[in-house]
């Protein structure tokens, strides 16, 4: 029997799974970031150093039985990145070990279509397209960070819903309950005091993002600033993954595209929406939420790339994760 290592890494956390060869969980490990463009080079050595240390210390025998290693990293775009990577994570694994070394979307992909080709819409912080078709050809649209791009993700939606708050306190359009929400957030009694808190802060981004749930909790209580917000988030997604379909799949092949990231967190608003506006159009799509977590997406991705089938019995035990 052999075995496989997945490895899903962002700005934030990495999570590694050590699994056999039928999908169970033999470990895992969660430790720091592993963005090459967003952390050092010593950084980045200590948390792949910290991974294989800890999984071959608690599973010596499991672990020197390990065939293949995928990594899907963000940041890992670029070819002197990937190849970065793979020359640094090449000095802990066992010999003989196949690697492969990809962009942390394919996790998130694979988490949703089990391997199969299809599309994969992530909406965090940011937000991008990202998908591989028949021919193994990769390709996104948007993801262009905070200033030039990425609608319909959190930064856009908060940034949104403090301008509709800050129009309706200028006289320039609908009321609002967004304004007394970002009020009582900031404990502010004055938009100057938001605005400073704001615009002060080393962490404007992360602020402005997390104004999100806000636009969100005043949707559902009927706003209609936040409900025009949160439909065009939806159309900015919707256009995103059909342009991208387009591209990648241009004889309008069958495919999942894949909802991922923390503005699909409440199934009764955004993925309806963006399903009713798939669904409007002659594309061959079908939208769905991933069943699996991102680092089972890699543990999927480097199962194909050892030439093994994705079996049903195999995602059920990948389920079964504790």
Request: glycine share 10%; hydrophobic share 40%; proline share 4%.
């Amino acid at each position: 029997m052999v075995n496989v290592i997945g490895i899903d890494g962002g700005g934030t956390k990495t999570h590694a799974i050590l699994a056999d060869s039928h999908g169970n969980t033999i470990t895992q490990y969660i430790t720091g970031p592993s963005n090459p463009n967003a952390v050092s080079p010593e950084a980045l050595e200590h948390t792949f150093k910290s991974i294989f240390a800890h999984l071959k210390r608690e599973y010596p025998e499991e672990f020197n039985k390990v065939s293949g290693v995928y990594a899907g990293i963000a940041g890992a775009g670029s070819k002197n990145s990937q190849q970065q990577l793979h020359k640094l994570i090449s000095l802990y694994i066992p010999n003989n070990c196949r690697l492969q070394v990809e962009v942390d979307a394919l996790n998130a992909l694979y988490s949703g279509t089990f391997g199969k080709p299809g599309i994969v819409h992530i909406s965090g912080t940011g937000s991008v397209s990202y998908g591989i078709n028949h021919q193994h050809k990769q390709d996104r649209v948007g993801g262009w960070g905070h200033l030039l791009g990425d609608e319909g993700s959190g930064y856009d939606i908060g940034k949104n819903g403090i301008s509709a708050a800050l129009r309706f306190f200028d006289g320039r359009s609908h009321e609002t309950i967004l304004l007394e929400m970002i009020y009582d957030y900031f404990n502010a009694k004055h938009v100057r005091e938001v605005i400073d808190q704001i615009y002060f802060s080393a962490e404007s981004k992360k602020i402005i993002a997390s104004m999100a749930k806000l636009v969100f909790n005043a949707y559902k209580a009927g706003d209609i600033p936040a409900k025009e917000i949160i439909e065009n988030a939806a159309k900015e997604i919707v256009l995103s993954i059909l342009t991208l379909h387009e591209k990648l799949f241009p004889d309008n092949r069958y495919v999942k595209a894949v909802l991922c990231g923390g503005i699909f967190q409440d199934d009764a608003i955004l993925p309806p929406l963006v399903k009713e506006g798939i669904m409007n159009g002659e594309h061959n799509i079908t939208i769905v939420q991933p069943t699996l977590l991102p680092a089972q997406g890699s543990l999927i991705g480097c199962y194909l790339s050892l030439g093994k089938n994705i079996t049903p019995t195999m995602i059920t035990n990948m389920r079964n994760l504790k």
